[in-house]
Nanobody, 123 residues
Framework: QVQLVESGGGLVQAGGSLRLSCAAS????????MGWFRQAPGKEREFVAA????????YYRESVKGRFTISRDNAKNTVFLQMNSLKPEDTAVYYC????????????????WGQGTQVTVSS
């Protein structure tokens, strides 16, 4: 069992930055792929970024490439999402996820989900 707790969300102006953190419980953090999804009001949950357990390969949705950076600290059981040049369309609840499937862009691939943290970008 893995519990995920996100932090770092908030209100920021367009062009600003936020850094999300996700603290994971358990001793097997390094065994999991880690990622982030988001869900805006009235929209489906969508993949944002992921980092593999094996070689730390990164994956990003196209609209955040060059602006968002995912990283992990296995010693601290934490994954981060650095978000720069934020846009109003980035406004959403951001969820931290953990899993072992390679189908990383699908919600079904992820076993564990955090409660989410709100990110609001004003124009």
């Amino acid at each position: 069992q893995v519990q995920l707790v996100e932090s770092g969300g908030g209100l920021v102006q367009a062009g600003g930055s936020l850094r999300l953190s996700c603290a994971a419980s358990g001793r097997t953090f390094s065994s999991y792929n880690m990622g982030w999804f988001r869900q805006a009001p009235g929209k489906e949950r969508e993949f944002v970024a992921a980092i593999q357990r094996s070689d730390s390969t990164y994956y990003y949705r196209e609209s955040v490439k060059g602006r968002f950076t995912i990283s992990r600290d296995n010693a601290k059981n934490t994954v981060f999402l650095q978000m720069n040049s934020l846009k109003p369309e980035d406004t959403a609840v951001y969820y931290c996820v953990a899993g072992t499937s390679s189908a990383i862009i699908t919600t079904a691939a992820w076993t564990y989900w955090g409660q989410g943290t709100q990110v609001t970008v004003s124009s």
